[in-house]
């Protein structure tokens, strides 16, 4: 079993920067690779960033690129996401996610807010 708490959401003006942490603890040695998704409303959860056990790839939505950034710490049991040049369109839940030998957990969500 592998646990996630996340932390760093919240409300900012457009153009702001925000940064999300996502704690894992259990068998993180299982963890293979975390990732950060956002539902927001009405719309399906997709994929925002992904970064493998050891930082060895990283994958981003096009819609993210070049803004946000993801990197995980030296003991690999927590995970961030910077997210720069923030738009409205950002505004939705966060979800931590870590992939384990084809199965899936999920923190409990933060919400960002971007508004003026």
């Known amino acids: 079993q592998v646990q996630l708490v996340e932390s760093g959401g919240g409300l900012v003006q457009p153009g702001g920067s925000l940064r999300l942490s996502c704690a894992a603890s259990?068998?993180?040695?299982?963890?293979?690779?975390m990732g950060w998704y956002r539902e927001a409303p009405g719309k399906e959860r997709e994929l925002v960033a992904q970064?493998?056990?050891?930082?060895?790839?990283?994958i981003y939505a096009d819609s993210v690129k070049a803004r946000f950034t993801i990197s995980r710490d030296s003991a690999e049991n927590t995970v961030y996401l910077q997210m720069n040049s923030l738009k409205p369109e950002d505004t939705a839940v966060y979800f931590c996610?870590?992939?384990?030998?084809?199965?899936?957990?999920w923190g409990q969500g933060t919400q960002v807010t971007v508004s003026s």
């Open positions: 996610n870590a992939y384990v030998m084809g199965s899936n957990y």
């Open positions: 970064i493998t056990k050891g930082a060895y790839g990283t």
């Open positions: 259990g068998r993180i040695f299982s963890i293979y690779a």
